[in-house]
């Protein structure tokens, strides 16, 4: 038995899932193109961590744009549980960008303690990420609002990345202000590593989650009582057993053993 995820056909929930994907690429390339000009302008190693690991988020992101419309085409001959697990591939590839991203940031802000650059610029670069705040936070909100909607996890894993920048643009903001106001240009990189940690634990918790998927993990206790519920509401069923589900993209998969009327007749039971 297959089934779409909170209640949605999988044509509603593919259409939730295209828009806040394409929604995501636009915030990324906005994001990318004003940080990369105020980090020319201004030569802040924190703004520079912030600026790739935008530039991560918009291949991350264009990742999902793409995995999200291929993971719900229909099943077809060759792919007789349809394209979900696609949506988890995404997720893994995401994670992966984000463990590069954190080391070539933590690799740049460790060389930046060493050897301390001043900032210039320090207004233009403060009002890019303040703008940057502004626009992830946005955006996060909208992909909250699919997810209650949806399980897509390649929406979750985006999602992820977007939560990690918006505290490292946080960051990024709090080290060029400490830098360019009190002088004290060693809180810049250590800004930037901070923003390496934040997004190698928000790795781990993207590959967890498309690991959960892709090794066909049960669904938690709750949506498996709720099937068991919705199963039982027929009277005619009078029990429900060896119950085994997993997620593949906007579907849930179900196998069930189930006790009917023993009144009822052989045509009767198979309809």
Do not use: C
């Amino acid at each position: 038995m297959t089934a779409a995820v909170h209640g949605l056909n999988p044509a509603e929930s593919a259409a939730l899932t295209r828009r806040v994907t394409l929604l995501s690429v636009a915030t990324a390339g906005v994001l990318v193109a004003i940080k990369v000009a105020a980090w020319l302008a201004s030569g802040s190693v924190a703004l520079l961590a912030s600026t790739a690991d935008s530039a991560l988020d918009l291949i991350a992101s264009l990742i999902t744009f793409f995995a999200v419309r291929y993971a719900a085409a229909p099943p077809d001959a060759e792919h007789r549980f349809g394209h979900g697990k696609a949506e988890a591939f995404a997720s893994l590839v995401q994670g992966g960008l984000v463990f590069a991203s954190a080391a070539l940031i933590g690799r740049e802000a460790v060389g930046n303690m060493l050897h301390p650059r001043p900032i210039a610029a320090e207004g233009w670069a403060m009002t890019v990420m303040a703008v940057s705040i502004l626009l992830t936070a946005g955006l996060i909100a909208a992909q909250g609002r699919v997810l209650k909607q949806t399980n897509s996890v390649a929406v979750s894993g985006d999602r992820a990345h977007y939560a990690s920048d918006l505290a490292s643009n946080a960051i990024a903001l709090v080290g060029i202000g400490a830098s360019a106001w009190l002088g004290l240009a060693g809180i810049d990189a250590l800004a930037a590593l901070a923003i390496a940690v934040l997004l190698l634990w928000g790795a781990i918790g993207v590959f967890r989650e498309a690991a959960s998927q892709l090794m066909d993990r049960e669904l938690p206790d709750e949506a498996r009582a709720r099937i068991v519920t919705l199963m039982t509401e027929d009277r005619r069923v009078t029990d429900v057993h060896q119950l085994r589900t997993r997620a593949s993209g906007p579907y849930v998969h179900m196998q069930m053993h189930v006790d009917l009327d023993p009144d009822l007749t052989l045509e009767a039971a198979h309809e």
